[in-house]
């Protein structure tokens, strides 16, 4: 991978949209103290993935945004783009179907920082790979700061292997590494989270079987109250309906005595009322 040309907007002294072709073989930037010499080296770091403010040399990340001057007011944003020639495909195999990528950074003040890559947005962590496989980096030692020639002189061992790495080539897979371990651990914590929902779960599912049964139990228990009511309900019924066609039976022979009485007068008065007239 080549680096081609560095975009600069809004960040630090780059107010205004600047291009900066990087050639190939060596290019050089000249001018006098306080031109924006180093601004350019820390737009390439910060679109490299660099999270600390300090090698920044800011007392926070939204101080890349360009905070105003005597005749220009202050920005509330600033994007760096930096494309790279990939023609020979040796980017990471999730970047590596175009020829050519536009990696670019943008922040928004109090919003926190945006990547993306031809376009389609990605990881911090996606693009610190991407240069770590090839690498470079923010921090590789390729690219030099000021003040750092004096870090590296004083450094400890430590530091100077990783150093070395980053020469080396090796530093991408160090990176993939501690990736896939933060995602071990993460796995191995989630698998420690599902334990205790399981055990959880295993006391709720003992909770519902109680409930199973008492809800089975309940079920049977009204069913059968339910048929028993229904049998009492059946029995009372026909209790009514025999003493409603006995107290029928009754009525119908009292009306028949009653009548068999009249009729039984009528006769005597009839008897009486001719002996009267004999």
Known sequence: MKLTRLRIAGFK????????????????????????????????????????FKNMRATGMDDVIFSGSGGRPARNWAEVMLTIDNAERTAPAAFNDTDLLEISRKIEREEGSTYRVNGKEVRARDVQILFADAATGSRSPALVRQGQISEIISAKPQARRRILEDAAGIAGLHARRHEAELRLKAAEDNLVRVEDV?????????????????????????????????????????????????AERQVTEALKAVADATEEQTRAATAQAVAAHA
């Open 13 to 52: 002294t780059f107010v205004e949209p600047t291009d900066f072709l990087i050639e190939p073989g060596l290019t050089g930037v000249v001018g006098p103290n306080g031109c924006g010499k180093s601004n350019l080296v820390e737009a390439l770091r910060w679109v490299m993935g660099e999270n600390s």
């Open 198 to 246: 399981t055990r959880e779960l295993e006391s709720q599912i003992e909770s519902l079987k109680r409930q199973g049964r008492q809800a089975s139990r309940y079920k049977t228990l009204s069913a059968e109250i339910r048929r028993l009511e229904a049998l009492m309900y059946a029995i009372s019924f026909s209790e009514a309906r025999e003493q409603a066609a006995t």
